[in-house]
């Protein structure tokens, strides 16, 4: 999610490389560190069909075929980005005062683009995604694998763990719990979805308070505080154990 920072002045830019945002590391070209498919040495994690699930590091299951969740707001559902069809819209979120504070991918739809395809020519350890709600487009996700990402180097990371982003596109889709309403869902549909995956985390930078207060309205725990190369987050974690708890 995103905000105006206090001083964006005073905001260090990243240098741009292949893959993630500005406020998070990005992508998938360093090694990941060695996994098994589920917790314990040398376990698998099963899947349909008795195969182990995500060996390859791949989003388990074609996202689009999850189907759409009902929530407070209306159905919701997550469509794979097409870059020819989701480009302009994204481009215009982009250059968004309140979104380039913190995704700093404003400028042409070149920036935007290379931000996707890093994802969408990669090994399938990242997703981006359309939220779509109600038929209308209005926000942005990527869906990712946190122990397969440069992520996990600062923090203690499990196998399978699921990350996600989320913009919230349009003005009038933010300061009216709509991002927590989204937020709560997308993790459930994850967990649901992903087997083998025991939690959904996110990193929020700190000073965004209203995307730190939306992730703990949904359900999730603050777990610590993370120095990052962009920023210093907020490490916020659903746990599958405690989904029906918060």
């Known amino acids: 999610m995103q905000g105006q920072p206090p001083d964006p002045a005073a905001r260090p830019r990243r240098t741009r490389r292949p893959g993630r945002h500005p406020v998070r590391l990005r992508l998938h070209r360093q090694p990941p560190p060695p996994m098994t498919c589920d917790d314990s040495p040398g376990g698998t994690a099963t899947g349909p069909g008795g195969t182990c699930a995500e060996a390859g590091g791949e989003i388990s299951g074609p996202i689009d075929d999850w189907g759409p969740t009902p929530t407070p707001a209306g159905l919701f559902r997550l469509v794979p980005v097409t870059i020819e069809r989701d480009l302009p819209l994204l481009t215009t979120w982009m250059n968004d005062p309140a979104v380039a504070a913190y995704w700093d991918l404003s400028g042409p739809p070149a920036v935007t683009a290379e931000h996707l395809r890093a994802q969408l020519d990669g ?56 991002g927590s309403i989204l937020l709560r869902a997308v993790a459930d549909l994850v967990l649901d979805r992903r087997p083998a995956s025991a939690r959904v985390l996110a990193e929020p930078d700190l000073r965004n308070v209203p995307s730190v207060a939306a992730f703990l309205s949904a359900g999730f725990r603050f777990s610590a505080e993370v120095d990052l190369p962009a920023k210093r987050a907020a490490l916020v974690i659903r746990d599958r154990s405690l989904r029906h708890l918060m």
């Open 123 to 178: 090994e399938g350890h990242s997703v981006p995604c359309m939220g779509v709600l109600d038929g209308t487009p209005m926000s942005y996700w990527e869906i990712y694998r946190a122990d397969l990402d440069p992520l996990a180097h600062h923090y203690p990371a499990r196998p399978h763990d699921s990350g996600l982003h989320l913009l919230l596109g349009t003005a009038g889709a933010r300061g009216r719990g709509l």
